[in-house]
């Protein structure tokens, strides 16, 4: 790293040490960029120590990449590099008694099924088993929204009229008693959580003011309410801070990020803040930008900004019409196949981006059919599993003996004799003696049950206690094998044949806690905190030499030489919701526009005139999305392919069917200002069109200013890209 990597927009942000910067720039500008090298200058000229500084990423990803890079330059060990939940989660380890005594350091971290696990005990506890409007799913988005709105039990409570809102208070109550019984948080509370102790304990945050003396932050624009009121309160002391973002990338609203963070709130809470702006793009083609940018530009809530494109024009971007999803996919593949032949480009130069997880099925067969390497981004996460949830609950009642969850998930796996019933008698027990689930065990010789499951119950209480207190004293590594074999998980999955994914999958995470010992040295609780704070693109490997598959959401801060967004059809590409609001629309737009801008040469935009969706059997037709209507058209060229299947060829002797040929026809229509090669008359650009497909005719302007028109049918022109 070096200072003349940058420009002097750039160096003027990095060079602001003091006081709050909020640098305001499109995509591809290097904001990112900024921050890396900022994190750098500022240690390199010793403005502040590695362990002063605190880096906010969107990803975990995004922080891993960002502390690789800065460690190739310099030493920064002790930097704070990471997503606003794995820095709660630290504060929370460290103070989280002071929030609330009856927590202590050793906290899970619950995911939503966890929480739904929670919400049925409380719904069957209330009698609500029969009421539709009250289950898990709901109730979860439910209190997930009152949470992101910092809404008390007593705020829902004074808001609730009538029986369902009612109930649904009380659900809240029990709720956040139970997890601060089970020693839980979930993923709200690991923001919301340190505000609150901001708020109460003065002196923790001080701590944190005191330690943290620089702040940044990255993708500002998706910052919701409360992680901005978390780095208030950081920053709130010294105000050195930092944060980078684009307006018109502003695409969680639906997860509560609220755009006005960088529009006006920061402004308002810095209010010396320095702004700066970037108006270079190092990373598309004019013509991309130019085509990302008319379409965007149609908002009504944006702020006007500039950005050019330095790398030139570029080629245009292919609009490809497809008949169907299975030849959107086959388009994409054929295109992928040809540039890497022409181009002699790498799978890992590709990536296919869609609006819906759903749309990557057709492409994943075609894929594989065609023999394409893919990686696929997001779908079922690994640490989601069956098998990998109950061995996880192990290590995590082992580190949280209060997480009744987990309890409940292994107190009878592997089976043990211990059911429904005697599970509920042992909860009544610990009810009756205000203990714990797990201490009720202790005394299951109180309960009428035969001999047999009360030493399977003792047992297994001495195996856990044992482990419990072991968890200091052997590596996790060491530890994870031992609790294996002890509770005879391995040889469940291995013995049982239909098993073997799942046994293979366990070996997995084997692996994946060595490599953590390995790597980072950390026990047990932090890789349970790094498991529980894992994302779908952390699973990612980028790179690996494959095509990446991913929603556009995902693809976020990223790059990629080419680009496919596919299903630009009305209602899939901008989606349509049931309440659909100019707002959700607008954040559409902004979706589309940070799609397109992940291509740095080519970029290709493709929809399907049927397409199954929605799981149904039958097809339906579509309107080609509104951003192909809004788009410059300067920047397009169409592209027409049809690819036509020969009949499956069936060999009459044994009825098998033995081929699959398909043949793939394509049109490529000229454009005014291609260049193309003639046989004859060598190179020239094309001056007029007319007509279009096979039948149409150019005037070209040959090298010596020879003008000549011709058919394309016959004239065999190549393009030259
Ligand atoms: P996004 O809005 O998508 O998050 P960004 O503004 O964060 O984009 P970066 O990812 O930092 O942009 O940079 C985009 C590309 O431009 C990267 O490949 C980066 O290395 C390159 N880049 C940024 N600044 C410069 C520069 N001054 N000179 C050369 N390349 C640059
Ligand atoms: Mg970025």
Not at 58 to 71: G, P, Q
Not at 356 to 369: C, D, V
Request: glycine content about 6%.
């Amino acid at each position: 790293m070096k200072l003349s990597d940058l420009n002097n927009e750039q160096l003027k942000a990095v060079k602001a040490t003091k006081g709050p910067v909020l640098v305001f720039a499109g995509a591809g500008s290097g904001k990112t960029r900024v921050l890396t090298y900022k994190v750098w200058y500022l240690i390199k000229n010793k403005i502040y120590l590695p362990k002063e500084i605190l880096a906010l990423t969107f990803t975990n990803k995004a922080a891993s990449e960002m502390r690789e890079r800065i460690n190739k330059s310099i030493k920064c060990d002790g930097v704070t590099v990471g997503t606003f939940h794995s820095i709660g989660a630290r504060i929370l380890r460290k103070y989280i008694k002071n929030l609330d005594k009856r927590y202590s350091s050793g906290f899970t971290i619950y995911d939503g099924s966890d929480q739904k696990l929670i919400l049925k005990e409380i719904i069957e506890e209330l009698d609500l088993n029969n009421y539709k409007e009250f289950n898990p799913n709901l109730l979860q988005a439910k209190i997930d929204s009152f949470k992101n709105a910092s809404m008390s039990v007593k705020d829902v409570q004074s808001e609730a009229n009538g029986f369902e809102n009612k109930k649904i208070a009380k659900i809240y109550d029990l709720y956040l008693e139970k997890l601060i019984q089970n020693n839980a948080v979930d993923f709200n509370d690991l923001i919301l959580l340190p505000i609150q102790l901001f708020k109460k304990n003065k002196s923790s945050l001080k701590a944190y003011q005191n330690l943290w003396k620089y702040i940044l932050v990255d993708e500002f624009q998706d910052t919701n309410s409360p992680q901005f009121k978390l780095i208030s309160f950081l920053a709130g002391g010294h105000k050195n801070i930092t944060v980078v973002g684009d307006d018109d990338q502003s695409i969680y609203g639906w997860r509560g990020a609220n755009i006005d963070n960088i529009l006006t709130n920061f402004k308002d809470t810095f209010p010396k803040a320095v702004e700066i702006k970037l108006e270079k793009n190092y990373r598309s083609t004019q013509r991309i930008l130019d085509g990302a940018w008319s379409v965007v530009s149609n908002n009504a809530n944006r702020a006007e900004k500039k950005l050019v494109a330095t790398k030139g024009q570029g080629e245009r971007i292919s609009l490809i019409p497809t008949g169907n999803d299975k030849e959107e996919a086959l388009a994409v593949a054929d295109s992928i196949k040809k540039d890497i032949k022409i181009n002699k480009s790498k799978f890992q130069d590709f990536a296919i981006l869609y609006r819906t997880n759903a749309q990557s099925r057709i492409i994943e067969q075609i894929f594989m059919r065609e023999g394409l390497p893919y990686s696929i981004v997001g779908g079922t996460k690994f640490y989601d599993r069956k098998e990998i949830k109950n061995v996880l609950a192990y290590l995590i009642l082992i580190c949280n003996l209060n997480d009744n969850v987990a309890l409940k998930r292994i107190i009878n796996f592997p089976v043990r004799g211990i059911g429904e019933k005697t599970i509920k008698l042992l909860n009544d027990l610990a009810n009756k003696k205000k203990i714990s689930l797990f201490e009720s065990l202790q005394f299951a010789k109180e309960l009428k049950l035969r001999n047999k499951q009360c030493d399977s119950i003792s047992n297994f209480y001495d195996s856990i206690n044992k482990f419990h207190d072991l968890l200091e004293k052997l590596d996790c590594k060491e530890l994870f094998r031992v609790i294996l074999e002890e509770f005879n998980i391995e040889y469940y999955y291995k013995n049982n044949p239909v098993e073997q994914d799942r046994y293979n999958n366990i070996q997995e995470l084997k692996s994946s806690i060595d490599y953590f010992a390995e790597t980072s040295g950390g026990g047990l609780r932090e890789f349970l905190q790094e498991i529980a704070l894992y994302t779908d693109l952390d699973d990612w490997n980028s790179k690996q030499n494959s095509i990446t598959l991913m929603t556009v959401h995902a693809a976020k801060g990223l790059e990629f030489p080419t680009v496919f967004i596919t299903g630009l059809e009305q209602g899939l590409f901008p989606l349509m919701r049931v309440d659909d609001s100019s707002d959700q629309f607008e954040e559409e737009r902004r979706l589309f526009y940070v799609a397109l801008t992940r291509a740095m040469e080519k970029a290709y935009l493709l929809n399907a005139y049927y397409r199954r969706r929605f799981g149904s059997q039958s097809t339906s037709s579509f309107i080609q999305s509104d951003f192909l209507n809004e788009i410059n058209k300067d920047s397009l060229k169409v592209k027409k392919y049809k690819s036509v299947y020969t009949k499956r060829i069936v060999n009459s002797a044994n009825g098998k069917t033995v081929k699959m040929a398909r043949t793939v026809t394509e049109f490529d229509d000229f454009a005014v200002g291609d260049m193309v090669q003639h046989n004859l008359f060598g190179v020239g650009t094309i001056i007029v069109l007319n007509g279009a497909g096979e039948n149409q005719k150019v005037g070209i302007e040959f090298k010596d200013g020879l003008k000549k028109k011709l058919i394309v049918k016959y004239a065999n022109l190549k393009r030259i890209d």
